[in-house]
């Protein structure tokens, strides 16, 4: 019998991509590793903090050096010129004060003070005062300031009592029906009561040597007989504050 011929079974199909052949075969990317994580075991409540590098930790050391050696040696010179010139904070007094423009009656006042004032820095053998620019007077009655000038620049050398007028000037000041009241019985009685204020910046010269700018406020609680021209002064208490920095 003649033998049968089986056809042979067709060789197996290669896998074909899901993908349409319209679409672009794009190349698999690996997927990124994982960042490695640690775990730092912290006691309770307490995290330590990165150490600053040792060059930042030398330069702070050495700029703090620097400062400290300066305040110590600006102390030390201070320190030497208080103790060679002993230097005292002037007197200051108000030895007049004479009121013009002051009408009582009037809606608005503009009130002219001519205020006489004595420096006194006889005490100071050989420390002068520069008086400098940016000085401030106002003359004030029960927290309302009447008039404000300025505090002339000269210098006061020691063993010395200067005297000097300025002049503070007011326009427009309005009164309260309260505050024109008072005046008024003060006038009446013969005691108005009065504050005078100064703030004045100055130098102080140490021998051929100057110092920084230094503020000084002055307090004068000034009772007058009147607002009147060359009103007689009844009583006069100073006081002076000194503010060495700043």
Partial sequence: ??????????????????????????????????????????PNGTVEAAKAPRWWRRRCCVCL????????????????????????????????????????????????????????????KRVGVYYRDGSDITAVYDGVTLCEGRWPTFYHPPRNETRFVTELRGSGIRLTAAVQSALVAAQMQGKVPLEVNVAVPIRIKFGAIRSWTIKVRVRCEVTVDGLRENAVVLDRRCRVKVKIFG
């Fill in 65 to 124: 050096l620097c400062f400290g050696a300066f305040v110590f040696l600006l102390a030390v010179t201070v320190g030497i010129l208080f103790l060679a010139f002993r230097p005292r904070i002037p007197r200051y007094t108000i030895d007049g004060l004479s009121i013009s423009s002051f009408d009582l009656t009037a809606f608005t006042v503009n009130p002219v003070f001519a205020v006489t004032v004595v420096a006194d820095n006889r005490r100071n």
């Fill in 1 to 42: 019998m003649a033998e049968r011929v089986h056809p042979s079974q067709p060789p197996p199909e290669s896998p074909r991509s899901s993908v349409s052949s319209g679409e672009a075969i794009l190349p698999v990317r690996k997927p990124f590793p994982e960042p490695e994580t640690h775990v730092i075991n912290v």
